[in-house]
């Protein structure tokens, strides 16, 4: 099991640096999608009525669904094995419905795998197989009233 740790290790340690991971001022997450109300609360503090951003992963190395090296030079988080993805949604109107997780390779519209949450905390962990590459993960919020907010991230498969 240690050999295949450390092999494992050196992989990931060689594939970031032969490759174009190091991207400075990457931003990995996409814009809110659709019109964004804003507000300013009693204190002054601008904030928006309904929102959808994927809180984890973040930019790092995952090995069974435990961040074991933060790195935001790193455009992407890179995972190997399972991983549990968490959604924060909120909306000052109505309630939170569900949230809709889509897993899909960057080229392909089709996707690996779909789950939807209908409870807070907005999580979903997958531990399928997963052939290696880059990957989206599409969150979407929808309230009662059928309204939605999305985020992606692309995410590196290792397993």
């Given at each position: 099991m240690k050999k295949f740790v450390k092999n494992s290790m050196l992989f990931l340690v060689s594939l970031l640096f032969m490759s174009n991971f190091f991207i400075i001022g990457?931003?990995?997450?996409?814009?809110i999608s659709g019109e964004n109300t804003k507000k300013l609360d009693k204190n002054g503090t601008l904030y928006q009525d309904f929102y959808c951003i994927i809180?984890?992963?973040?930019?790092?190395?995952?090995?069974?669904?435990q961040l074991i090296?933060?790195?935001y030079l790193i455009?992407?988080?890179?995972?190997?094995?399972d991983i549990?993805?968490?959604?924060?949604?909120?909306?000052?109107?109505?309630?939170?419905?569900?949230?809709?997780?889509?897993?899909?390779?960057?080229?392909?519209p089709i996707?690996?795998?779909?789950?939807?949450?209908?409870?807070?905390?907005?999580?979903?962990?997958?531990?399928?197989?997963c052939r290696?590459?880059?990957v989206v993960l599409k969150a979407t919020a929808y309230t009662s009233e059928n309204m939605s907010k999305s985020d992606n991230i692309q995410?590196?498969?290792l397993s």
């Amino acid at each position: 099991m240690k050999k295949f740790v450390k092999n494992s290790m050196l992989f990931l340690v060689s594939l970031l640096f032969m490759s174009n991971f190091f991207i400075i001022g990457y931003n990995n997450h996409c814009n809110i999608s659709g019109e964004n109300t804003k507000k300013l609360d009693k204190n002054g503090t601008l904030y928006q009525d309904f929102y959808c951003i994927i809180t984890r992963p973040i930019e790092g190395i995952y090995v069974n669904d435990q961040l074991i090296w933060t790195f935001y030079l790193i455009n992407r988080p890179v995972v190997l094995g399972d991983i549990t993805f968490n959604v924060d949604a909120w909306n000052t109107t109505s309630d939170i419905d569900r949230v809709e997780f889509s897993l899909k390779r960057l080229w392909n519209p089709i996707p690996i795998a779909n789950c939807i949450d209908y409870d807070e905390p907005w999580e979903w962990t997958f531990n399928q197989w997963c052939r290696r590459g880059i990957v989206v993960l599409k969150a979407t919020a929808y309230t009662s009233e059928n309204m939605s907010k999305s985020d992606n991230i692309q995410i590196w498969m290792l397993s």
